[in-house]
């Protein structure tokens, strides 16, 4: 077999002799293959030979004789075995050894087996954890042997926890607990005006620190991390309050307090130097968290309001002037004259009295008739109306108002209503009808509403059936029942039934 060995492969091999001496080897078959037997060879210790790899290490072929018996090839004698003594590595070395066909393989096995034990390879990972600098280096270990860890930088070992594991005689490590964690760094400290935000206290971990509404962070550093030794690197931040310049001066006034500075929340009032000047806008200012003052700027103005003239009225306050800022004027209307309006006004910022002065206005008494009108419902029960007052009318049935004329008469202040013209006029029927045999009477261009025309006939022996006369309506048309002249037999017959009729009474 060529080649080197792994770590913890045998190989014994024994050739040829039937004499086995101390140090030689044993062997049995494992399997044949092809007439050949590939033996596995057990080690009789040798004082003098060990081995950690092997090169051209030749595995004895037994060959079958015809007879069935085994021969023995001489071939050199190589033996293999793997231990891992601290680093310690120990190369093959080659005898000549004889073979043995006679022993007892099975106790010579079990005596090897019992006696051999396995190393273990690199010790397991430990979360958060590093085997010990001595162990680093190092690739196999010996059963019980023990390796120890350290914990990584920023991470601490559980209280208790073993910090150790062993190789057992399976070549297996024993199980490793939980034995780092990440270390805390404890409260990072509160700071004035301010706060902070974080996740956690822990290794790695960044508490950002935050300014409170009109103060700044005075500090480079606005954050403190947690460091692998437990401590939280930089101190604290401060936070600074905000500063404002000098407040703006302004013309005519002046404020106070005056300071050399001014803070986050402070605040300055403006005066005006002049008795008839006044502040335009808030007469005080701020100072903002962005280190501005608060708008508008306040400046002064001034104020003076023009006597108001309030005819058919006498003043109750404010008999002279000046009238400055919030002066105030009362009124009273003289007997006969109504008051339209507030009594009280006062002079506002923008020299303008306010509400409006009022208007003192006498009262008329009924309005006039307006020939074939009438007042509008609303105004027909009320009797006096004031100045500026207008009443309204609609014109009677039969009538229409007449283009471009004006419904309506106004109040005016002399008491007196304003003159009324022409409003409503008749409606126009067209001309009456034609009858047979007979005419109507008056004839004229125009027949105005409840005109009438009388119908006659025009023969003697005929007279007018249904009523003679006709009526103009408030429609525009005639009324109903146009007459007609009858006669001839039909008449001479009704004159009998009638005289008839007058007989019969009579008897």
Known sequence: ???????????????????????????????????????????????????????????????????????????????????????????????????????????????????VHCDCGPPPTIPFGRPKQEFADQGTFAVASAVKYDCLPGFIRVPGAKNHVTCLENSKWTSNEEFCKLRSCGFPGEIENGYFAAENFYFSSRVTYYCDMGYVMASKRNYRDCQADGTWSNSPPTCEAVICPPPPTIPNGTFYPVKEEYYFSDAVKYTCSKPNMVMEYDSSIFCLENGNWSDPEPHCIEVNCEPPNVPHSKKLLGFVGPYSLNSIMRFQCLEGFTMEGSDTIVCNMDSIWEPSPPECKGDCGPPPTIPFGRLKQEFADQETFAVASAVKYDCLPGFIRVPGAKNHVTCMENSIWTSNEEFCKSIICPPPPRIPNGTFYPVKEEYYFLENVRYICSKPNMVIENDSYIFCLGNGNWSDLEPRCIGGISFCILCIYIYLFIFIIAV
């Not at 024994?14 to 078959?29: E, I, K, W, Y």
């Not at 050199?76 to 080659?94: G, L, M």
């Open 1 to 115: 077999m060529e080649g080197p060995r792994s770590v913890g492969h045998m190989t014994l091999c024994l050739c040829r002799q039937n004499v086995l001496s101390a140090g030689s080897m044993a062997s049995f078959p494992l399997m044949e293959t092809a007439g050949w037997s590939v033996m596995s060879y057990l080690y009789m210790p040798d004082p003098h030979i060990t081995a950690v790899s092997c090169r051209d290490v030749e595995i004895c072929k037994v060959k079958k004789n015809s007879g069935g018996n085994r021969s023995f090839n001489t071939l050199k004698a190589v033996v293999c075995r793997t231990f891992c003594r601290q680093k310690r590595i120990y190369q093959c070395q080659t005898m000549k050894r004889t073979c043995l066909s006679s022993v007892p393989w099975f106790f010579l096995l079990y005596s090897f087996i019992a006696g």
